[in-house]
């Protein structure tokens, strides 16, 4: 029989994790697993990795840990049975081979999971169904339940409805999305390297055993990735980062160390926190938004968007560059084309000419009432 959870849904999350023995005995965490660490080109799924985390999860969860899996590998267990060799370049096939893939996924994790008594269940989402309010909300209150009812939610990329070029990583910084979106107490990021390096493991780098901020890898070349993933390190890094700079702390190791890092054992990177909770949709605009378009803001609007916490109005605009609508996002640019902020404009990019450099009750007055609000209000605004 499935345990049930041991929180209710909605609860807060517990206190802060300090440093990763926490982990040990933290009561709600996402893990992520690559590609890489589950599948190979010639066979498919790897059955012996995939046992091999299942069981590390399974147990916590039968401990009373609230686990929520992001896993990838839906394209790479996709090509065996298409005949492929390699990953393919082109949106169709990549999207034929997740839609083959994730089937045969979850399958596995659902037989798998099912030894140990423990129910999973598929929940396929993009970065923006995380930051539209209803996708938000649905999917807020699903994961709730689910793991209320003690589920395991296997969380991927919806790649097989993509309606861009399915993105380098994405899997990866959709991790610390949810974990966002859920309050977890950790992110922990698994791959098939077992820590963040100074340099080439094989040339005899350190590993970097903690990250207090991004000063901690300032001059340090981050590797890319392989040839079954589409993240490698580079976006662990940039995953982990988000997450800690949002008030969730990371960890960065193996596949293999699975069963260590979530005993609070010295392993792999661990990234603590460096800032705090926000709005997912705040985290999405200022890491994942598709910017359609800048704005150049005088020195006066950027002291007031930056330090005095102020929506933009049209009079602190110098020139605006892109094709964008209302509701897109735009980076906000000092006068030296430094990007100072990002937000959601409220006007279409044809609109604001007309309006640069003059104040809002003019504007209202000569084009209509509906001219008298922000360029960009401040709750849709994020610093940079």
């Known amino acids: 029989m499935t345990p049930k959870s041991p929180t209710q849904p909605g609860a807060p999350a517990a206190a802060q994790l300090q440093d990763r023995s926490g982990l040990s005995t933290a009561g709600r965490i996402v893990v992520k697993i690559g590609s890489s660490s589950l599948t190979t080109v010639a ?4 059955e012996p990795a995939l046992l091999e985390v299942v069981q590390v999860l399974a147990q916590r ?3 009373g840990t609230e686990v929520i899996l992001v896993s990838s590998g839906a394209i790479a267990a996709g090509l065996a049975p298409l005949g492929l060799a390699r990953r393919p370049k082109d949106l169709a096939t990549q999207q034929a081979a997740a839609s083959v893939g994730q089937g045969l996924l979850m399958a596995r994790y659902s037989q798998a999971f099912a030894a140990h008594g423990v129910t999973v269940s598929q ?3 993009t970065a923006e169904d995380l930051t539209r309010r ?3 909300v649905n999917a807020h209150r699903a994961l709730e339940r689910l793991l209320h009812l003690g589920v395991v939610p296997i969380v991927n990329e919806n790649d097989t409805v993509a309606t861009h070029e399915i993105r380098f990583g994405d899997n990866d910084r959709l991790a610390a999305l949810v974990a966002h979106l859920v309050k977890a107490e950790a992110l922990v990021l698994l791959s098939d390297v077992d820590a963040v390096y100074d340099g080439p493991p094989q040339n005899g780098a350190r590993r970097i055993a903690h990250v207090a901020g991004p000063e901690d890898l300032s001059g340090i070349t981050i590797g890319r990735a392989g040839g079954l993933g589409t993240g490698g390190m580079a976006t662990k890094v940039e995953a982990a980062g988000i997450a800690a700079d949002t008030g969730i702390p990371a960890l960065v190791t193996s596949a293999a160390n699975a069963a260590a890092a979530l005993a609070g054992e010295d392993v792999g990177t661990w990234f603590s926190v460096n800032g705090v909770r926000r ?9 994942l938004a598709d910017i359609r378009g800048t704005l150049t803001l005088d020195d006066g609007a950027v002291k007031a968007v930056r330090e005095g916490h102020k929506s933009l109005l049209p009079a602190g605009i110098t020139n605006v560059s892109g094709v964008f609508e209302a509701g897109d996002a735009v980076d906000l640019a000092d006068l030296r084309g430094v990007v100072v902020a990002r937000g959601l404009v409220n006007y279409a990019a044809a609109e604001l000419p007309q309006m640069l450099g003059r104040g809002t009750k003019e504007l209202a007055l000569q084009l209509g009432p509906e001219y008298e609000r922000e360029v960009v209000h401040v709750d849709d605004l994020v610093l940079l």
């Open 43 to 46: 066979g498919g799924i790897s």
């Open 61 to 63: 969860r039968l401990q």
């Open 134 to 136: 209803t996708q938000h």
């Open 279 to 287: 709005p997912v949709r705040l985290l999405w605009l200022a890491h």
């Open 123 to 125: 929940v396929l989402l």
